[in-house]
């Protein structure tokens, strides 16, 4: 009897680094990757965040060079969070022209000019003293209507400090038309909205309440934001955005919801974004700070699996690390 070899043997394009990067479905480019980048106001100093190694709270100074060498480094665009000195119930520096985050975005577009993408989160937590992303009613619940003017307002003020796009992450509904209409009537109308249109009420964000020190004060986002039990409603988040004329819709947290962003990129005809959130890149430096795991090849392969998920951006903390590494 002759021996029975295999006649389909899928290791053949396996056997050699050349032939599997020949046959790769997916890459990994620097421009596809955006850096996340928190600004404090009132400090002199870089400060770092415990539950965030590697990441700081930027001095305006430090935000520059950040900036500059993400920039370098081939990052495709940049995300900025404000942290402000004073907060409020209705958090009043998010629009104000001298707000920490108007000040940044003026520094980056006069140092950086068209040569990167400058995006700016549009929300309330940061700035508000109870931690939510909205105003308040007397019950204690967020007002979504009255919330829709602040962001409105916010959007404004990021515009007039040279934002090219801003990312509403606040989970009110009618949020990006409301933002739209007050671009468009205050002579904005190339300001592009990335919206955060499919956004999870989930404990990956922990660590970046402490860098954003936005923490709640009482209860959580569980009635604005998602339950992660649930994949239709996102198909109709992100279709109500696009109709409200979002530019492009972000899915968040990434690594649990790959599901979502394959469903996303499915549906629609835009720009995909998903953002790889603090508690992501906490548990990878936390496990490989152990020793546990590896670090870089657990990094490209979180990354690579979000874009093979259909995720045309990632936002990402380690964006300019990967970035100079794809050069390299
Ligand atoms: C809200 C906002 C949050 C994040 C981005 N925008 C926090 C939240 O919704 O609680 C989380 C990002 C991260 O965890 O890396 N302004």
């Known amino acids: 009897m002759t021996a029975q070899f ?30 996340p980048l928190f600004v404090k106001e009132g ?32 990052v495709g665009g940049l995300i900025l969070f404000g942290i402000p000195a004073v907060k409020d119930g209705r958090g009043s520096a998010a629009d104000d022209p001298a707000g920490i985050v108007q000040k940044a975005l003026r ?4 140092d950086l000019g068209d040569s990167t993408v400058l995006i700016a989160d549009l929300c309330l937590d940061e700035y508000t003293d109870h931690g939510h992303c909205g105003i308040l009613t007397n019950d204690g619940e967020v007002d979504n209507d009255a919330t829709l003017e602040r962001y409105a307002s916010i959007a404004v003020a990021q515009a007039a400090a040279g934002v090219d796009v801003v990312a509403p992450s606040g989970m009110m509904d009618g949020q990006v038309a409301a933002i739209r209409t007050a671009l468009d009537e205050a002579g904005y109308g190339n300001v592009a909205i990335m919206a955060y249109a499919v956004k999870y009420a989930s ?71 998903a953002y790889q959130v603090s508690g992501e890149y906490a548990m990878v430096e936390a496990a490989a700070a152990q020793g546990w795991i590896d670090r870089e090849r657990i990094i490209m392969e979180t990354l690579t699996s ?9 936002l990402t903390y380690w964006a300019t690390e990967v970035a100079r590494s794809l050069r390299d």
């Open 6 to 35: 295999p006649v389909v043997r899928s290791r053949r394009l396996r056997r050699t680094p050349a032939l599997r990067r020949l046959v790769a479905e997916t890459r990994l480019h620097p421009s596809d990757l955006v850096l």
């Open 43 to 74: 400090i002199t100093e870089p400060q770092p965040i415990a539950s965030m190694p590697g990441v700081l709270q930027h001095t305006r100074d430090s935000l520059r060079k950040a900036a500059h060498e993400a920039v370098e480094a081939g």
């Open 107 to 110: 520094d980056l577009s006069a």
């Open 203 to 273: 404990a990956f964000y922990g660590p970046f309440r402490d860098a954003a020190e936005c923490a709640p004060q009482f209860g959580d986002r569980s009635a604005y934001q998602q339950d992660p039990s649930n994949a239709e409603e996102s198909m109709r988040e992100a279709l109500l955005d696009l109709d409200e004329g979002a530019d492009f819709v972000m899915v968040k947290p990434a690594l649990t919801y790959l599901d979502i962003v394959r469903r996303v990129r499915d549906t629609v005809h835009v720009p995909v974004a």
């Open 306 to 314: 979000v874009r093979r998920a259909g995720a045309d951006i990632v």
